[in-house]
């Protein structure tokens, strides 16, 4: 049984507790914030019992295996190295790290620490994800996908109030590539591998990030348009395309719905199994296996497969960013 600690007390982090402890893997034993009460409202419900106001203390307790980060972008990566020089292993919400300088410190503090440093991007871990990757491996003529994931973000309405929430501030390394747009590119990275050039034609707001934009991914033969906002809702599908078939799922961040359309035949057939109720189970599955069983070969590969992806990501986000004429604080550093 892993013991999990948790920085970040909002509903993402509740999903991922429940997610974590549905796995039978997991027990919830500490909560760090800066109010204590805070921590035990949050934390008690859960039976956890060590509550912290200091990172290190926090870092430092016996008692904590792994810790689930899900503070503000700008402050994972601070967070993450003080936990990882206390040998705990860190899952570290989506998008890990600001920009690829906090990356690669990162990987290097968790190889001296003997840790495991992991990136909660959920969606590549379910079944569903799997399988269009599969379908990909039996087709050799891409022509082009379109990922779309714009979701209107209520605190969108403070910064119309001239205001700046987190969630849109450079300092918090904030955005909509940020939060949202980094599932698509996940998801084109993850199946199509790297790409040869990218562009980001972003819509800036009065806080000078994204709010919503188009993103352009370039491989050999074909492209990637990925659409992504958090000022305005989409209900479109994403697609894949090929010669004579298309792939037509309900969504690239969580996937309920995969068909494949023929197009000399006109037929349609479904290849998406049931998703978890809790979109995270699988995520949680999967990193206490390794977290488990570190030694065993498969996991050590699966493991390595997850990191270069999530460099990959990180590496490809920030190209965007500067495409698009988008600084984070944490750039000037």
């Keep these: 049984m892993l013991n999990l600690g948790i920085i970040g007390t909002n509903w993402i982090t509740n999903q991922f507790i429940d997610a974590a402890i549905e796995t039978k893997e997991y027990q919830l034993v500490a909560v760090y914030s800066r109010k ?8 008690k419900p859960y039976g956890a019992t060590i509550f912290e106001t200091k990172l290190e203390d926090f870092a430092n307790h016996p008692g904590i295996d792994v810790v689930y980060i899900a503070s503000p972008n700008s402050l994972h990566f601070q967070q993450a190295l003080t936990l990882m020089k206390a040998k705990k292993h860190v899952i570290v919400e989506k998008p890990m790290f600001s920009n690829p300088t906090e990356w690669y410190a990162a990987k290097q503090v968790a190889e001296e620490n003997d840790v495991f440093l992991l ?3 959920r969606h590549i871990h379910e079944q569903n994800f799997t399988i269009v990757k599969e379908e990909l491996t039996k087709i050799d003529d891409i022509k082009g996908a379109t990922f779309t994931y714009m979701k209107y ?3 969108y309405d403070q910064v119309l109030e001239g205001q700046e929430p987190n969630i849109f501030s450079p300092h918090f390394s ?6 949202l747009g980094v599932y698509g590119v996940y998801a084109a990275i993850g199946w199509f591998g790297m790409p040869i050039s990218c562009h980001y034609f972003a819509q800036k707001i009065a806080t000078e990030v994204d709010g919503m934009g188009t993103m352009i991914l370039r491989y050999p033969g074909f492209d990637v348009t ?5 000022m ?28 494949v359309i023929d197009r000399k035949t006109a037929t349609r057939q479904e290849r998406a199994t049931p998703p978890q109720e809790n979109p995270m189970v699988d995520e949680a599955k999967a990193f206490a296996k390794v977290l488990n069983h570190p030694e065993d070969k498969k996991n050590q590969e699966l493991y390595q497969s997850w990191l270069l992806l999530s460099q990959q990501v990180n590496e490809v986000l920030k190209k965007l960013r500067d495409d698009a004429g988008i600084v984070f604080d944490a750039d000037k550093i």
């Design 36 to 43: 204590k009460e805070q921590a035990e409202t949050f934390g």
């Design 226 to 230: 990925l659409l992504t906002g958090k």
């Design 174 to 179: 904030g955005g909509a590539l940020s939060d």
């Design 153 to 155: 973000s209520s605190r």
């Design 232 to 259: 305005v809702d989409s209900y479109l599908p994403s697609e894949i395309y090929t010669l004579n078939q298309t792939i037509l799922m309900d969504g690239v961040n969580a996937i309920s719905s995969i068909e």
């Design 119 to 121: 990136e909660a991007a």
